[in-house]
Every structure is written in C-alpha cells, then in structure tokens.
C-alpha cells in the first residue's frame, strides 16, 4: 500500500514494508485485494471484533470494501445485510448479504431490535441513521465519508464535518443506549501496529491462493488510461477495480479483436 506514487511502474519502497506474496497468484487480483480487503478485515476482527452469529448491516455494500465485508463477514459466522442501490441486489444477494435498497426501504426498520454493528463507510446526515439502526450497545464503524465527497464541497466543511465526527467518538459515552462508535483508519492502524497490517495481509493473500476470497476486478487499464480511469472512478457504479498494469500496451496499440490480456503473474 504506497498511499502516494502508486501511479508507476516502478516503486521504491523499505524492506520492512514489504509482505510476500504466494508464487502464481494474478498480480491484478493481489492489487486488487491489498486496500479494500484489509480495510474489511481489520474492520471485523480488529475494529469490531465480532463473533459468530450477529447481525451486522455493510453501508454500500455495492463497493470494494462493501463487498469484502460481506464476503469476509459471512466466512467469520456472520448475518449480514447491505445496502445498495436497486440494481446491485443480485451482487450483494450473491454474496451472501441480503440486500436493502437505501432509494426505496429504511433500513433503520428492517431488523427489529437493531444490527449488533453498522459498517458505515458513506457517512450520510453525519452517520444518524446508522446509529438508529444500532441495537442497544451496538457499534458503528466508520470509515469513511463518500456522501461529504462532492465537487462543489469546500474542503474547510468536509474537515469542520470529520472534526464534529472524531469529537463524537471522544464523547462515545454520551450516547444514547450506551452506543459505541469507532472510527477506523487504515493508514493510522498500519502505524499504531505494522505487525498487525502484514499479518492480515498475508492471511488474505492465503485466502485468495486457496479461491476462498476472490476481489473483483473491473477492468485492468495501461498508462495511457489513468486520467479515464479516475473519471470513471468519480462517477462511481463500479462492482470492481480499475488496476493499472504497467505490462499493458495502450488501448490504441491491441487488436480490437482482443477482449484483455491474459491474467498478469507475479
């Protein structure tokens, strides 16, 4: 996980930082998985720490971490619900979640009693609904804001807005039903706990040797695509990654014949 200059085809990077990888495995799948998946993991078992049998509602279960949540959840014994758009209910119902469609239903009414925890990485109305959804001492995850991610948006909200959030998380014990939040980084957890970052990451990289995870991979995009590639990003309604291979020839240069390359080794 470079965070910065991942956009190369070649990376500098400490020995210590470095986890290795299962010979055989398709890189673009490797890339695929090192973000959202360990993002999900850690959220489960470091974060939440659940156990077999509860009930947990995903937020944008649709998304890459979204969707490891689902799978990683239903793998650790899990009920699992997911909120998606309409369209996407064949997916999340494929991965074993049962769908909500956030357009249509409420999801704060679909499990009487509320979920054991919430897994939020939208942050709508500040993250209210989710912990509507919550049972009495059930916990919200928060991971993230796509819901404050909006072109016009000044960047002096969106920091006032994670400043109000992270200020709830101090004051956790004020809420309602003794409540809990936590809020959850991957970069801050890599460096409160290194050991913890490859040793998930290689278990991952297990699972995904033996097909037991599988992370989707929307398109595998060259150089020359980039810039395309983060529009397509903004616009969102991806079920998969865009991996960038540095192998890749540009799309002017294949045979338009050709569908893609053969999964890349290494």
């Avoid at 959202?36 to 947990?56: D, E, F, I, K, P």
């Amino acid at each position: 996980m470079t965070v910065l200059g991942s956009n190369a085809a070649y990376r500098t990077l400490r020995a210590r930082d470095l986890t290795h990888v299962t010979a055989g495995l398709d890189a673009a799948e490797v890339a695929a998985l090192i973000l959202s998946w360990t993002t999900a993991y850690q959220l489960l078992h470091r974060t939440a720490r659940v156990q077999r049998g509860q009930r947990v509602l995903v937020q944008g279960a649709a998304g890459a971490v979204g969707q490891a949540l689902v799978v990683l959840g239903r793998m650790a014994g899990l009920e699992v619900w997911g909120t998606a758009r309409g369209e996407h209910a064949p997916l999340i119902r494929e991965l074993g979640a049962t769908p909500i469609d956030y357009q249509r239903e409420d999801f704060t009414a679909v499990l009487p009693g509320g979920f054991d925890a919430v897994f939020d990485g939208v942050g709508e109305d500040d993250y209210r609904r989710s912990f509507t959804a919550l049972k009495g001492r059930g916990l919200l995850c928060a991971y993230g804001y796509t819901a404050r991610v909006q072109p016009r948006r000044r960047l002096l909200a969106t920091l006032v807005w994670l400043a109000r959030v992270y200020l709830w998380r101090e004051l956790r014990g004020w809420l309602p039903r003794g409540k809990r939040l936590r809020v959850y980084s991957i970069n801050l957890m890599r460096a409160r706990h290194p050991a913890w970052f490859q040793e998930d990451l290689e278990r991952l990289f297990g699972l995904l040797a033996t097909r037991a995870i599988r992370p989707r991979v929307a398109e595998r995009i060259s150089f020359d695509e980039v810039a395309e590639a983060h529009r397509r990003l903004e616009a969102g309604g991806l079920d998969g990654k865009l991996v960038l291979c540095p192998e890749l020839p540009p799309r002017r240069d294949r045979a338009p014949l050709q569908r893609g390359p053969a999964p890349i080794s290494g």
